[in-house]
């Protein structure tokens, strides 16, 4: 280094320690391609840090130094004495970077701060059940029939990378389901282990004390909480030994799971989280060994509120490559009853809202147009502060810090959230894929939309009403339509039948929140047959008029339709492929208008979504409002917290 540069270093050194010493700035930097720069090693088992911190610091006049490498292109960059998002900034006029953004906190969905989930802390253990996995039924509309599903695949073969706090493995119904996987963390205070990045995925426990919180540092912002066994459940939904005789089954039948740890204490950083993403699907992270089980799966029950236009710049091209790979990526929705959070809002993700047992949205899930499908995320039902009647059951841990007895939750200590909806869809789609492994991720969400059961639009509550488009109030139980919660309820039956046809119909419309008089186009041109077949027909028939369409005019893979008032219309396609194979699907499709009566919606194990759906989240009726405050003044909290620190856990 010349006597030049090294004065330059000396002196923004010495001016960011002026500043404000204690400020840490995390970056995540991509370098062009076609500059100088040279790629970083991707060596597996090499340990090397990336070496670009030096020559960034010589061009901008900033002293920096190198963080963990995520791909051959792109490592993370510190500096202290200003923001991350001051950082970025700089670093983003640099000519040989393609893009400079805060290395953010995710956090795992935890459960509302409601005084409902205290109370029940130390009360005894009542049994719950899986009605989540059975077939739904007239007062049980959201239950997914996993059992249909599971008489058509089981899940052998296929790997579902579940990227969240690590494991137990030792649980009794997760010992025989679960490769190695890695830990990603590369933060030690928020690792918890005494190490960063390692082959250890296990789960140390992610508490956060009092001490921590007044520490600061990894912890700014952060609330004191007990461990939450996060991973262990999610990965319990998903994969859990099913017909072992013991305990619970999970979605995915034999699926194996693959943990990768990216949340620790406090949650965990994008740049380890989009590195596992990259690592599960087979993408050589320097310094981490290959992965010998790449997986057609990626469930991130994880996510904090959006921020502003780079909330995606980095996750985008990694959950483009696990598309390319031929994996999906499957993320909750988020649980404060605002918009659909980060990263389940970027492009190519499958974002999952949750529903209440009646399939109304639950209160606290997120929603927007960004959804794709809804699936059960448990709820109580209960006005008097005693067991939650319609909680998930999965895999857990009963340490409050330290690991402890290995167990499941239950009424009492129930897992709630967005978070476990997510799963859901996750070990349906494991299930697709061992039905049909040629399936490609465009197959897999079309089968998946395709076959999702009408969301329900009627009720005997006349203080439910439809879902509206987001905003800055959070959103109580409402019904859904398909642009808030997505194209309707999870039937992992029909999804996987649609995936074992190797044919699936689906239905999209021009415009999805329509107006009496305009006329509406809906297509089936989203419909999948397996390659090399083709769809050779589309059968057009309306359902129910809803007294507001009496016809509608087929032309192919479109037909239109004008309605003459606000309310709901059915209608149904049935798919014919080159093989003579057929699948069919209905669509219900909701008018707009004031004084809307809308009709009850039919529902079908193959029936599209696009309906209404209006889950209600109720700790006590009484209690639903101030959870929705206390979710809603501890988001504010959250934004407030001082970039990267951008956001905290989630509602389970």
Known sequence: MSFMAALLLAGAAASASAADATVSARVIV????????????????????????????????????????????????????????QLAARLAQDSEVEYAVVDQRRQISVAPNDPLYAAGQTASTPAVGQWYLRAPTASVLAAINAEGAWAKANGAGVVVAVLDTGVRFDHPDLTTKLYPGYDFISDAPTANDGDVRDSDASDPGDWVSSADVAAGGSFTGCTAEDSSWHGTQTAGLIGAATNNGIGMAGVGGDVMVLPLRVLGKCGGFDSDIIAAMNWAVGVAVPGVPANTHPAKVLNLSLGSAPVGASDCVAYDPAIATANAKGAIVVVSAGNDGLVINVPAKCSGAIAVAGVRHAGTKVGYSSLGPQASISAPA???????????????????????????????????????????????????????????????????????????????????DSTVSACKAPSATAQDECFCTATTCGAGLLDASAAVAGASLGVQARVTLSNEAPSPS???????????????RTITSYQWSLVSGGGVVTAIAANGATATATP?????????????????AQSTTTRAVDVQGSGSTQAPAATSSSGGGGGA????????????????????????????????????????
């Not at 006049?61 to 991350?84: E, F, I, K, M, N």
């Not at 319609?390 to 409050?400: D, I, K, P, R, V």
């Not at 700790?619 to 101030?626: A, D, K, P, S």
Request: charged residues 10%; aromatic residues 4%; hydrophobic residues 45%.
């Open 30 to 85: 991509k370098f062009k391609a076609s500059t100088a720069t040279q790629a970083l090693s991707v060596k597996a088992d090499t340990l090397a840090v990336p070496r670009h911190a030096q020559a960034l610091s010589q061009r901008i006049g900033l002293a920096l130094t190198d963080g963990r490498a995520l791909d051959s292109h792109t490592q993370v960059v510190h500096a202290q004495g200003l923001s991350s998002a």
């Open 564 to 580: 003459t008032a606000a309310g709901r219309f059915i209608v149904s396609l049935k798919v014919t492929d080159a093989t003579g």
């Open 613 to 652: 759906l209006g889950p209600m989240w109720l700790l006590g009726l009484g209690l639903g409002v101030i959870a929705l405050a206390l979710l809603g003044e501890r988001n504010r909290r959250l934004q407030r917290a001082a970039v990267p620190v951008a956001a905290r856990r989630l509602p389970r």
């Open 378 to 460: 448990g709820n109580c039902v209960t006005t008097t502060g005693g067991p939650c009647q319609f909680a998930l059951l999965t895999t857990t841990n009963s340490g409050t810090t330290v690991p402890a007895t290995n167990t499941y939750s239950n009424a009492l200590n129930p897992s709630l959230g967005t978070s476990f909806s997510a799963p859901m869809v996750a070990g349906t789609a494991a299930l697709m894929f061992s039905a049909q492994p040629g399936m490609t991720p465009a197959n897999v969400l079309a089968a998946l939309q395709g076959s999702a059961r009408t969301f329900p639009n009627s009720s005997t």
């Open 518 to 532: 305009q006329l509406i186009t809906l297509s089936g041109a989203s419909s999948f047959a397996l390659s090399p």
